[in-house]
């Protein structure tokens, strides 16, 4: 057996992993950020259930951190009271990155961790299988209920050799993501194995698990061994350890190999983390903002790093750099080794220990900027400024170009290597209830601020569907594109308020448009390319448009998660039989879905009229999403 299977099969409590297409796994952990926490916890509350009932549930507070006007307070507070009476751990803000956090202080090898963020798979890195998902989701694995995956197939990713200096993790996974793009691996886990597994430290795994997200993949994981214990140990947790090996014959259904000496400074050029160049293809480019952090790379080894590039020198006069570390664990000990004076001195801005410039809440660059960032998306405008031409890199092509304001490369001028520390300072007094946890205080007060509104709940399908096509969009529409965060991300708790700037990237008169429609007795419908949904496991993608009156996405092809989100909110997923029917349908058609319902009840297969002609649609759906889908969702399914 590989680790995958090793972990997962002590955990399907539902299907037979020989032969069925999907299988339900039970849940050790849950894990939740502020942005997506807010309406899973409303789900939560609504399901009756007293407590939760996983070996342990974090509520974390990092994203909507900036605290303009009262929404956000709003929210920590309606969290917090939350936690407090079912038993979850609240991580209060200015504790660190929710991803970072689970690492230092809860990811357990051998378990599952289920969180309502698509960064989720970051514990990988420590042998756990750990997955994005909806918020709804994570409210049915707090309440015992399984999580369903497609069953895995597994790839080996069989590192040999040892990194050189200057090239790091993100390097690695660039180079795994330049390989296999951001489409195409829906449904598969990649295991990371061979001799060059032990040369990567924790974080750097961690890093590489991260942005499996990014491949679109159901998980990444990594072996837990004698690496995995000493991280474990060093964080005063060696309890948690267990040993996870691939057995020497295990088996993988499809294997690459990646000769670590070779790996070479990569970038992920805009506007997509799959458009993957080398450093060297761009050195010289003229650079503006430096942005260094995110839960990709904002462990002590990353930021430390970063600080043994900039010792007695000053970043480049035009170029602008923020950092923001992990956890405060990771700026306690830069601040005991001078690190973070080295930073201050060498001019960086010192930014709260949060998600903000990742997901454009902070920092924003200027017009047209080149913005170099150690985060793992850089889909237009999502750093807040459309016309900016953000480039992924490591910390250390980060570092070294902040100097100059030119892309640069790392390895020109190496720096020693970070040693895993023999003992992390552990402070756990951000951590609140944990004397509580699994508990709770029965009885407890909620307390819900004007910005924590109602949780909507669908209608069941019809029988016959008439909508409008309300917006046609093309290939690669990210979840920032249809709901987007920055500026808006504090209306996360507010459904009729967030719902009017579904689309706003694209076009912000959708709202209205869907609104009318509704109105006149119909129903929406959002018309897509391929990969429709990547990026973010933000359920309000599908739960705002679901707001709207749409019933049905129908697309070239549809992602992972965001397909799972549609029918959590009874939203028919549709594809094109023939993907060239596409150009039959503009926006404003009215496209006949007659007999909706029967096809969803059976084969999935349904023919649309359209004024075009008719268009043949299919939906792949297991039994149990049939239920929800019929049903106008999950909630109203339970
Ligand atoms: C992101 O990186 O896009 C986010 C913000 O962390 C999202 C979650 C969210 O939208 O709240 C994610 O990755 O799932
Ligand atoms: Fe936060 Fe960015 Fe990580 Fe999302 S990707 S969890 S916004 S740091």
New binding site residues.
């Given amino acids: 057996m590989n680790v995958a299977w090793k972990i997962l099969s002590r955990h399907v409590v539902e299907g037979d992993p020989a032969k069925d297409p999907e299988l339900g796994i039970h849940i050790d952990q849950t894990l939740t950020?502020d942005a997506t926490g807010t309406m899973a916890y409303l789900q939560f509350e609504s399901m009756g259930v007293p407590r939760v009932k996983t070996d342990v549930s974090v509520s974390y507070v990092?994203?909507n951190t900036v605290q303009i006007g009262y929404e956000n307070a709003d929210d920590h507070d309606f969290l917090q009271s939350i936690a407090r009476k079912y038993g979850i751990v609240y991580s209060k803000c200015g504790n660190g990155?929710?991803?970072q956090l689970h690492l230092e202080r809860y990811g357990k090898p051998g378990t599952t961790l289920l969180g309502s963020?698509s960064?989720t798979p970051t514990g990988g890195g420590i042998g756990q299988i750990a997955i994005g998902a909806g918020g709804i989701d994570i409210a049915v694995a707090m309440a015992g209920g399984p999580f369903h995956i497609p069953t895995p197939k597994v790839r080996a990713i069989v590192l040999r050799n040892r990194l050189r200096r200057g090239v790091s993790a993100k390097d690695v996974i660039l180079t795994v993501l330049g390989k296999y793009g951001t489409k195409g691996n829906v449904g598969w886990i990649f295991e990371y194995t061979g001799p060059g597994v032990k040369t990567l430290d924790v974080p750097s795994r961690a890093t590489i698990a991260n942005m499996g997200a990014e491949l679109g993949v159901t998980t990444s994981v990594f072996p837990s061994d004698a690496v995995t214990r000493r991280f474990l140990a060093a964080q005063g947790r060696a309890g948690d350890f267990v040993e996870i090996l691939p057995d020497r014959d295990a088996r993988y259904d499809d294997t690459f190999e990646v000769d670590l000496a070779k790996v070479v400074p990569m970038m992920a050029a805009p506007h997509s983390p799959g458009n993957v160049v080398t450093v060297r293809s761009r050195k010289g480019l003229k650079v503006n903002q430096i942005m260094i952090g995110?839960?990709t790379n904002s462990s002590y080894r990353d930021i430390r790093t970063v600080a043994l590039y900039f010792k007695g020198r000053h970043v480049a006069d035009d170029v602008e750099v923020g950092i923001a570390c992990g956890s405060r664990q990771v700026v306690n000990m830069l601040a005991k080794d001078g690190s973070l004076a080295i930073l201050e001195s060498a001019g960086c801005r010192i930014l709260e220990n949060a998600?903000g410039f990742?997901?454009g809440a902070h920092m924003s660059p200027r017009t047209g900027a080149v913005s170099l960032r150690t985060?793992?998306?850089n889909f237009e405008g999502r750093s807040g400024t459309k016309s900016a031409q953000v480039y992924l890199v490591s910390p250390e092509t980060a570092a070294a170009s902040a100097l100059t304001g030119k892309v640069e490369l790392p390895t020109e001028r190496p720096v020693a290597a970070v040693p895993a520390p023999k003992k992390f300072p552990v402070d756990d007094a951000m951590f609140l209830y944990r004397s509580t946890k699994g508990r709770g205080v029965r009885g407890a007060k909620i307390v819900r601020g004007p910005n924590i509104a109602t949780v909507p709940k669908g209608r069941p399908l019809d029988a016959d569907v008439r909508a409008v096509c309300a917006i046609k969009v093309g290939d690669k529409i990210t979840t920032d594109h249809i709901m987007p965060a920055g500026a808006r991300l504090k209306y996360r708790s507010n459904i009729p308020e967030y719902a009017k700037y579904v689309f706003e990237p694209c076009d912000p008169t959708f709202h209205d448009r869907c609104l009318a429609n509704v109105e006149k007795g119909l129903a929406n419908a959002i018309v897509a390319g391929e990969s429709y949904g990547q990026g973010s496991s933000r359920e309000h993608a599908a739960l705002c448009p679901m707001y709207l009156g749409v019933k049905a996405v129908v697309a070239k092809s549809i992602e992972r998660i965001h397909r799972a989100n549609l029918i959590n909110f009874g939203i028919v997923p549709f594809t094109f039989e023939n993907p060239a029917d596409c150009e039959k349908i503009a926006q404003g058609d009215t496209l006949e879905f007659r007999g909706i319902r029967a096809a969803v009840e059976g084969d999935g297969r349904l023919v649309v009229k359209t004024a075009k002609g008719d268009v043949a649609l299919k939906t792949t759906l297991s039994d149990r999403e049939k239920h929800v889908v019929l049903s106008g969702g999950l909630l109203a399914s339970l």
Wanted: hydrophobic share 10%; net charge negative; aromatic share 0%.
């Fill in positions: 950020q990092d994203h990155i929710c991803h963020d960064h995110s839960c998600c990742c997901i985060n793992n998306r």
